[in-house]
């Protein structure tokens, strides 16, 4: 702008054929006026100024009342008086043409085309013209405040944004270690589970194979053992040793990573736990009734659906020791509407406390002695991932868990 701008006064100086032209910044107390030199041009032969603020005592600035009310101020240095006349002297000035700059309604400075040679009249046309263009320059100015303004805020926002995305990263690295924490101690607590699970399944087979191996000695001891008994006994042992196989078949494709999603129905995820955890619900003397009510495909990970429900499984087992029930019974049940498909896992271990129902999906939440509190977070972050959901609702005969997952017909989404 300030380019334009001189050059602007510049045509002004030699059209009005002045000796002068200036921009004066205003500033204001109760007690002083101060004009502040922006920018000028004058002639080359013309005396430099040597100072570039006009400091006036409100009382002696009085000349310059009438220009508030937009006017134009005309007239010769000679009819000035006090601190004004003699500033004008200093300057040599002996005629002047001043116009008001106003910048949003309010007073911001001067324009002023002075003649040092002569003394002078501006005609009407020139006046207007002159009063024009001091408009002109207010806007101007009003604008390029603006755009400075613009630019101060926007980088201030680059600044916030700066800030704000440093702190993001930070926060997702606090995140990022906080779920590897909790996964780690979440695939800790997994492996217990297992590891107790496999011990149910296996508890039968060793009790089987100790009875064999046992009789296998009784009748050698009394002269029994034939090869057609020895036949018989290891191929009964055989049969539970396959059974071992077979369950650590199972175990190892429960934990067998699925790099990508799949169609798949629930009850393919509910078989799918229950070779897993059948024998703890054995053992804990659990009753188990499965309802299969669709055939409708649900997207995602089958095995990590599996271990949602060996997580809820699981809870209720604890449940029904903890509390002593006597008849323990959990339904599992699976159903579909027109959009979604339902997993609901109902027991009647005697429900769950409302202090705690709140809470039930955050990290760190657990009624039992040992336990870690990651089951039923870790169920959440499982079902969320599969743009599913999980739901609680209990009474005073136990608690209803319901996962909603989105309802496909084999790679169609309905």
Known sequence: MDQSLMAALESLRIALHVTRVAIFRLHTTTQTYTLQRIHHIQTPSSRP???????LATEHAHCFAHLYDGNVFVGHTD???GDVRTIFEEWDIQSFMIAPIFIHDERWGFLSVVDCEQKRTFP????????????????????????????RMKQEMEQMNATLQRKVEEEVRKNREKDFML????RYATMGEMLRNIAHQWRQPLNVLGLLLQDIQEAYAYGELDELYLRTSIQKCFIQIQHMSRTINDFRNFFKPHKEATYFRPIQAIRQALKIISASLDHYG????VENRTRAHMYGFPNEMSQVLINLLTNACEQFVARDIARRIICVRTYADDSFIYI?????????????QK????????????GTGLGLYMSKMIVTKMNGDV???SSQKGATFTIRMPRYERGRGL
């Open 286 to 289: 659990v009753h188990l009734h």
């Open 344 to 356: 609901q896992v109902k027991d009647n271990a005697g429900g769950i406390d409302e202090t705690i």
């Open 124 to 151: 009407a046309h020139e006046r207007a013209i002159f009063l024009a263009i001091a408009r002109t320059i207010g806007e101007s100015i009003k604008r390029e405040q603006t755009l400075h303004e613009l630019q």
């Open 359 to 370: 809470h039930m999906f955050e990290p760190y939440v657990t009624t039992k002695k040992d």
């Open 79 to 81: 009819e000035l008086e």
């Open 183 to 186: 996964i780690e101690q979440s």
């Open 49 to 55: 100024l040597m100072r570039d603020n006009i400091v």
């Open 391 to 393: 739901f609680v609702s």
